[in-house]
């Protein structure tokens, strides 16, 4: 069994870190089996914490040990208050520390800032100060040089420590001063990354640009006029059309099936055309899908990654960014060739014994799109949990392709999480004869979720309640031909609301579980989570086509909120999938509500100071939906300033020149970089 090290660290004076400590490593799964002493230890955090504190009170002895059991445990009441307390303290570290990973991403990304790749917040400080002007010596020592680059405003400030003098104010007005007051350049630790996002991506409207061009510089508080300081203070302000220049940047998704079943690079010098056509539209990287079924097809915990390295390699000599999806869903249909990938073989091989391993409906279907979220701790995949499964894969992948991490050529994982890659249940399954606008049917029919449901309705009281409902109609009923979603249906009942809320705690714990891992994989890169746009039952008072998604949302209710406070936990980016117009209307098609849909995520999520990455749901649209596209990744006069902070275009095929049915391409890579405004 492979264990995944942790790092310990402690800030210095200074603001750095100590070096990772190689010797810590505790097993992230404590309920295994190991080789070890009969007395009881603690693991995990509290491993390290209790090592760290035998080592702080010089490894208690045994006359002490002796007293403490004396005394009936009380000093071992202690010692585990100390222990708790050394955990807690670890993992508001871990926290800090990710959000200092995004704070130096967002600098080396928009700000061109040579960072190392393992800056600590001295190289940050040292990088900032001499973007002002300053001179940084490596002792540390810092003094203003001579001579100010003309390109670089020197903000006028005071120090905390020495208050202006009055000599200082005697040619200033109280205007003036209040200005000054106000001009300070101070980093808030509470801001949030979405904030920071928008204030680098302000000053830096795109690589290449002068930061301060045409700015008059500043070099003393007192020979300026009231009116010229308020100006120079305001001149990063937001204008009415600010998201205009905002720099979102484009990353494009490799068509699927260029890897083959076996884990080969299927067309080298096709992929190599696709790429350089990319580079040509000034796409800022590629999206390339992981496939759990390709790289551990065969066996288990026999991983394939050749043909990804490869590939790798191709796309680090055009020098595009990547986003990788660790893919733990199959995928089916649409590619050309008729691609399919399913799950590993030898997990559809336990299926044949153990269906219940899927997500089953009312009927006893099984979906194989993805593996049932009741066995997350279940053992019945050769005697690992579908949560080891799903770390071992992204622990393999991560130490695999250390290099690219370490040089930053990895920009960010997205985890899949359900059908599609999506937070969601596969209610919608186009095998199972689904089709637009069905409201779908919910999947916990396995033995799994049924005991669990059972097990969650007894604790509250009412055995009866242990059922899934059985008058919620068909894949394509509609939410007035069934009892439990028409007006005042079943839904809105106190079995109603239990069971939906049953339901989607399946889904939020699914996602705490495997992002919990995801976390510690990769610790310092940045995590994408997908949420689907389920809108075309958004006009009803159930939201029918949400509920059996997993999203509790009626029209009573806000389910979003909920869900993006779990995943603010883990400090991921949501990846928006923006709708579209459908292509074939429906005599139902008014009920859907894609634009408000996409008003209540999008903004859920940013009321939860979420970062926001964006899809398109359809491929092929014109240049009307590429405006909206456009308004909804960088909202006009937002008050917040906020805006996506990436996009991601699906491709219905290879982008090679002529073949795309998106003719408005460059013209919408260069509208969402800020080249063309309006």
Not at 296 to 301: I, K, S, V
Not at 444 to 452: E, L
Request: aromatic share 12%; net charge negative.
């Amino acid at each position: 069994m492979h264990t995944l090290n942790t790092t310990t660290t402690t800030t210095t004076t200074g603001g750095s870190q100590d070096p990772i400590d190689p010797n810590l490593d505790p097993d992230p799964f404590p309920h295994r089996i190991h080789n070890q002493p009969q007395s009881r230890r603690p693991r995990g955090f509290a491993a390290a914490a209790a090592a760290s504190t035998e080592s702080e009170n010089g490894n208690i002895g045994s006359g002490e040990a002796s007293s403490d059991g004396g005394r009936g445990g009380g000093g071992g009441k202690g010692k585990r208050e100390r222990e708790k307390e050394k955990e807690r303290t670890k993992l508001r570290e871990r926290h800090r520390r990710a959000i200092t990973s995004r704070m130096l991403a967002g600098l080396r990304q928009y700000g061109n800032f040579p960072l190392p790749a393992r800056a600590d917040m001295n190289d940050v400080i040292a990088a900032l100060a001499r973007e002002a002007g300053w001179s940084v010596d490596a002792d540390g020592t810092t003094y203003r040089q001579s001579h100010q680059p003309n390109h670089v405003v020197q903000f006028p400030t005071r120090s905390i420590e020495s208050p202006l003098s009055s000599s200082s104010l005697k040619n200033c007005t109280k205007a003036a001063l209040e200005c000054q007051q106000n001009s300070v350049l101070r980093i808030d630790e509470n801001l949030s990354p979405v904030s920071l996002d928008s204030v680098v991506i302000a000053e830096s409207d795109h690589p290449g640009n002068g930061r301060y061009t045409g700015a008059t510089p500043i070099t003393s508080i007192g020979c300026l006029e009231a009116n010229q300081l308020i100006q120079d203070v305001h001149s990063t302000e937001p204008r009415n059309d600010f998201t205009e220049s905002f720099y979102v940047p484009v990353y494009t998704m490799l068509p699927v099936g260029i890897i083959d079943n076996f884990g080969q690079l299927v067309n080298p010098e096709g992929v190599k055309q696709e790429l350089s056509y990319m580079k040509s539209l000034n796409v800022d990287g590629v999206v390339i899908d992981c496939w759990w079924g390709i790289v551990e097809g065969w066996n288990p915990q026999k991983y394939v990654w050749s043909g990804y390295r490869e590939l790798f390699n191709l796309i680090r000599g055009f020098k595009l960014k990547l986003q990788v999806v660790m893919a733990f869903h199959e995928y089916g249909g649409n590619a050309p060739g008729n691609v399919m990938i399913s799950l590993p073989q030898w997990v559809l091989e336990i299926g044949k014994d153990n269906p219940d391993i899927f997500f089953t409906d009312r009927e006893g279907r099984r979906s194989f799109e993805c593996l049932n979220w009741s066995i997350d701790k279940e053992r019945v995949l050769h005697g690992r949990t579908g949560i080891e499964v799903y770390f071992d894969f992204m622990r393999s992948f991560r130490s695999e392709f250390d290099d690219l991490f370490v040089e930053g050529q990895i920009a960010a994982i997205e985890i899949g999480l359900g059908a599609s890659g999506e937070l969601k249940y596969p209610s919608f399954p186009e095998r199972m004869g689904w089709i637009y606008p069905g409201i779908g049917e919910f999947q916990c029919y396995d033995k799994y979720s049924q005991t669990n449901l059972l097990k969650e309705a007894k604790s509250r009281g009412f055995a009866f309640w242990g059922k899934g409902p059985e008058n919620a109609g068909q894949y394509n009923s509609q939410p007035h031909e069934t009892g439990f979603f028409q007006e005042r249906g079943e839904y809105d009942s106190y079995y109603g609301r239990f069971f939906l809320n049953w339901y989607s705690q399946l889904l939020i714990g699914h996602a705490e579980n495997v992002l919990s891992l995801a976390n510690l994989a990769f610790e310092e890169t940045k995590i994408i989570v997908k949420i689907p746009a389920i809108y075309w039952s958004y006009k009803t008072a159930s939201h029918a086509a949400e509920l059996t998604a997993g999203y509790y949302n009626p029209s009573n209710r806000d389910g979003y909120s909920l869900i993006f406070e779990t995943l603010k936990k883990y400090s991921v980016t949501v990846k928006f999938v923006c709708p579209g117009p459908h292509m074939s209307p429906n005599q139902h098609e008014e009920a859907a509500d894609p634009e408000g849909l996409s008003w209540q995520v999008i903004n859920a999520a940013w009321d939860k100071e979420l970062i926001i990455g964006g899809e398109n749901a359809i491929t092929c649209f014109d240049r009307e939906g590429c405006m909206r596209l456009i308004e909804m990744a960088k909202p006009r006069n937002h008050p917040d300033s906020y805006h996506f902070s990436f996009f991601s275009y699906r491709q219905p095929s290879p982008l090679v020149q002529g073949s795309t049915c998106f003719a408005d391409l460059d013209y919408f890579i260069k509208r969402m970089h800020g080249d063309i405004q309006r």
